[in-house]
């Protein structure tokens, strides 16, 4: 309810408000006009104001005495500098340099849909990460006590040996092959025996094994039909031989596709010129996490690059690649190069649907190769379509004036005439290999400055880097970090050479400081365990007859860290037995001498504590009747107390120790093949293949 005041001071307002206000607006007018009428007039007369101005120039034009000016200042408290003339010599001999504040670009006054304005692309992550344990003997550089390399001055005997045993794949020259590995042949008269036709073909299967074990993912229907659907040359060049050893190293490849395709359009997107939307790709950053005994994971920490270096930059020779170099999927700066193994073979170390066809088929020799060169003395004859010997890098050396090399290249086993191959050598191939811009340290690609860097004036687009057309390029990372009996899983990103660094033509909001840019992470990669360096795999229930009856088949897998031999044996076990004891077994060679059998410590310091499995009845009260074969499993007592399960249906088909089992059994049939060069065998060669 309104207030009667308040309503009847409101009537009153809007009755009498109008001439309150108008009323003192005239009362207004009224003092100012009074107060300008009673102001007093200023009195000056022309002659005065002509008067006062001459009398103001006769004091500007007035002279004054120097001393009567220095009196004055040093009765101020002024005091003349004595080193006027010092301080003006020494500003002279450090005088300003136009130059330096020249701008560093032209002005520009860019306009929307002009082209001139330069965004920044859009990166993207890494897709299809995979990750896979290895273990091996690696063909490395001896160090001195500074980590300088040893000369070798042919004189040390170790070195004779390495040189004489497995010969390598890869060495300093490069060439283009097609795939799978070859064959090299000594031919001489007469008809090759049905014994050589048999180590041909059982050379051919391991080689399949081996490629297929190497091959990680899945060829799409896509790609098959795209491939239904350069060769390089290069002489070696002398160098300085040094002393080389074989050590072993423990790793997880971690491999892994990017959407090369997408990148480049976002790159047209961002820069607006076709010809420099190409990724400048520097580096992969590697993270991991490690699983903890709780059964949660670490935070995502980076992987030491340093350490890994130390063995990528210390290589004397690489192992084949399957995956095509620039312009292909493969880059350096994307690809760690793999060391050349001795010892064991690598596994998950290429995409699949990334290798041309004819690399993921080892050749078959053709109809009469075996004696279509008989009786031409001192004539080989190397076929197969891998692309292995010549693919990468090989040392030139030796006695060898000149040789013709075309088409694929072999593999290990052909590469044993690599480092006898004189500077004189040609080589033809029909994909591009390490000459092409590929393989290499991933160092060299990954850690180096960007070829070509900003001027003073407007920075020039940096475009001397290796690209790739295709739409998909592979990644790969080597951990030589990891511990043994140990789980981790990796994330990575793809870090690029900034476009825009140091550019002034840019949109609002570019980065133009940073020199790099950072991708986003991928998805974790899945679990990978890395084997302990004597594990233990449940496999079967152990057959009846034994002293035992309730002992479970284990395979032990020894790993020796000094020379990356892995040796297994089988061995049974019951409850309140060590699994594995010191047995005779046969261990690889790499000199080509043939297995060793020495004794081997099997012990893995696991204690059974119960097991169970094997034939049983299908109900318990039947004396007779229908069984079933239930699965080996068993409880083991760990060296730190804890107590884990083995099972049959886990241990048996674990990707990993089927890998280990395959790659012992291909060394021990490698270790039989002897690789010494006999003289007269490298008088004159010639390769063909697929």
């Known amino acids: ?255 892994g596709t990017l959407d090369n395709k997408q990148l480049k359009e976002n ?123 010549m693919d990468s890098t090989m040392r030139g050396g030796g006695s060898m004036p000149g040789m013709m090399m075309s088409g694929s290249s072999g593999s290990s086993k052909d590469s044993a005439m690599a480092r006898s191959m004189g500077p004189m050598m040609s080589m033809t191939g029909s994909s591009s290999g390490m000459m092409g811009g590929s393989s290499g340290s991933g160092r060299m690609g990954g850690m180096g400055m960007p070829t070509g860097a900003p001027v003073q004036g407007e920075p020039a687009d940096v475009t001397d880097f290796d690209k790739s057309e295709a739409d998909e390029v592979m990644i790969r990372s080597i951990d030589f970090t990891v511990k043994p009996d140990t789980t981790y899983r990796y994330h990575v990103r793809v870090v690029v050479f900034n476009p825009n660094y140091n550019r002034s033509d840019v949109s609002p909001g570019t980065d133009t400081e940073s020199e790099d840019l950072k991708g986003p992470w991928s998805e974790p990669s899945q679990e990978v365990t890395v084997p302990a360096d004597i594990a233990a795999y449940a496999i079967t229930k152990a057959k009846a007859g034994g002293r035992r009856k309730d002992q479970v088949t284990y395979q032990v897998v020894r790993w020796n860290p000094e020379d990356g031999n892995t040796v297994i044996r089988n061995d049974d076990a019951g409850p309140g037995e060590l699994i594995g004891t010191p047995a005779t077994a046969e261990v690889p060679a790499s000199d080509g001498s043939g297995e060793k059998r020495i004794l081997v410590d099997f012990n893995s310091h696991r ?28 409880l083991t007592l760990r060296p730190d107390a804890t107590v884990v399960i083995q099972a049959q249906p886990y241990d048996a088909p674990n990707e990993v120790r089927i890998e280990m089992e395959k790659n012992y059994a291909q060394e021990l049939k490698d270790s039989k093949d002897k690789k010494k060069r006999e003289p007269g065998m490298m008088g004159s060669m010639m390769m063909g293949g697929s």
């Open 1 to 255: 309810m309104a207030n009667p005041a308040v309503d009847k001071m409101k009537a009153i307002g809007l009755k009498h408000g109008e001439k309150a206000v108008m009323s003192l607006a005239v009362v207004l007018f009224l003092l100012f006009v009074v107060t300008a009428i009673s102001k007093k007039t200023i009195e000056m007369k022309p002659e005065e104001l002509a008067e006062k101005a001459k009398s103001a120039e006769s004091n500007l034009a007035k002279v004054q005495k120097n001393e009567d000016i220095l009196k004055t200042i040093t009765d101020a408290g002024v005091k003349p500098s004595t080193e006027f003339e010092q301080i003006v010599v020494k500003q002279q001999s450090k005088a300003l340099n136009p130059a330096d504040y020249i701008v560093k670009s032209k002005w520009v006054t860019p306009e929307p849909g002009a082209g001139l304005i330069r965004d920044q692309p859009e990166l993207i992550a890494v897709e299809n990460l995979y990750a896979f344990p290895n273990r091996g003997g690696y063909l490395v550089y001896e160090l001195d006590a500074k980590g300088n390399k040893i000369v070798d001055d042919g004189k040390d005997p170790k070195a004779k040996k390495i040189r004489l045993g497995k010969r390598p794949r890869n060495r300093m020259m490069g060439a283009g092959g097609s795939g799978g590995s070859g064959s090299m042949m000594a031919m001489g008269g007469g008809q090759p025996s049905a014994k050589k036709k048999a180590e041909e073909e059982a050379r051919i299967k391991r080689d399949e094994n081996k490629l297929k074990s190497s091959l990680v993912g899945e060829v799409d229907a896509k790609t098959e039909a795209e491939e239904k659907k350069a060769d390089t040359s290069a002489a070696p060049t002398a160098q300085v031989n040094y002393k080389e050893t074989v050590k072993g190293y423990r790793s997880v490849v971690i491999t």
């Open 607 to 634: 204690f059974v504590v119960d097991a169970l499995g094997g034939v049983e009845p299908l109900a318990s009260s039947f004396k007779a009747g229908p069984s079933f074969d239930v699965p080996a499993m068993s």
């Open 267 to 389: 790159y047209l997107a961002a820069l607006k010129d076709p010809a420099i939307a190409y990724p400048n790709y520097r580096r992969l950053d590697v993270e991991r996490q490690t699983l903890l005994p709780n059964g949660t994971w670490t935070a995502f920490a980076k992987v030491d690059a340093n350490k890994n270096y130390d063995v990528l930059d210390n290589l004397p020779e690489v192992d084949e690649e399957l995956v095509p170099g620039a312009p292909g999927p493969r880059l350096d700066a994307l690809v760690d190069p793999l060391p050349f193994p001795y010892a064991g073979n690598w596994a998950g170390v290429h995409i699949a649907k990334l290798v041309p066809k004819d690399r993921r088929e080892i050749a078959k020799p053709a109809p009469g190769m075996m004696n279509g060169m008989a009786g031409m003395p001192g004539m080989m004859s190397m076929s197969g379509s891998s692309g292995a010997a």
